[in-house]
């Protein structure tokens, strides 16, 4: 079945720069690459997807890149900022069903 | 529209009691998808319901099972329950037919097992 890989497990940065987080999936079957975001203590909210016949999208600061070939996604935030703190979930779709990383926690500096 | 919402919000139980949580989606939705949570392992999916139909399940033992009622209203069932069982246990509803698309979550039943 579907496997997927999240790297940094945590990850800070000084407000204002730029934040990487990547993912790396197996089955080239999947089609669906969204990225979720959970406050602490609150429940986890969409922000950005991308399908497998794109291979970037953006919205505002955030952007998400797709590379098939390799199998791996990346979330991309810029000009980081306090309300960015939180953990992000990268998940793979295929099928009726998500697969999930395990989380990043990212910790924004001042 | 109102969110979906989940019921209790927190339960705490003994090892080899059974529990039903409750999930109701967002109007209009006809699927539901239940998720455990646990520090460090992201979610895992333990099953998908559409229009009261099974459609995925998760890599879970029998011991968790659920069902979905005509109203999109949605249970889940954990009998004997272990210690390991303790989680954060969250549904998500989706408008489309693919679930794995656009999901709005719950706000989660924290299970605590003694």
């Known amino acids: 079945g579907e496997n997927v890989e999240q790297h940094p497990s945590t990850l800070s940065v000084q407000e204002g720069d730029s934040a990487v987080i990547k993912c790396t999936y197996s089955d080239s079957a999947s089609n669906y690459f969204p990225w979720y975001k959970q406050e602490l203590g609150k429940r986890p909210q969409l922000i950005i997807d991308i399908r497998s016949n794109v291979g970037e999208k953006k919205d505002q600061r955030i952007a998400v890149t797709l590379n098939k070939t390799a199998k791996h996604f990346s979330l991309h935030i810029t000009e980081t900022q306090p309300e960015d703190s939180a953990v992000y979930f990268c998940a793979v779709g295929s099928n009726y069903q998500l697969i999930w990383g395990a989380g990043t926690k990212l910790i924004i500096k001042p | ?114």
């Open chain 2, 1 to 114: 529209k109102a969110g979906v919402t989940q019921t209790p919000r927190y339960l705490i139980k003994t090892r080899g009691q059974q529990v039903t949580l409750s999930c109701s989606p967002i109007s209009g939705h006809r699927s539901v998808s239940w998720y455990q949570q646990t520090p460090g392992q992201g979610l895992q999916f333990l099953f998908e319901y559409f229009s009261e139909t099974q459609r995925n399940k998760g890599n879970f033992p029998g011991r968790f099972s659920g069902r979905q009622f005509s109203n999109s209203r949605s249970e889940m069932n954990v009998s004997t329950l272990e210690l390991g069982d303790s989680a954060l246990y969250l549904c998500a509803s989706s408008p489309r037919e693919d679930p794995k698309e656009t999901q709005y979550f719950g706000p989660g039943t924290r299970l605590l097992v003694l």
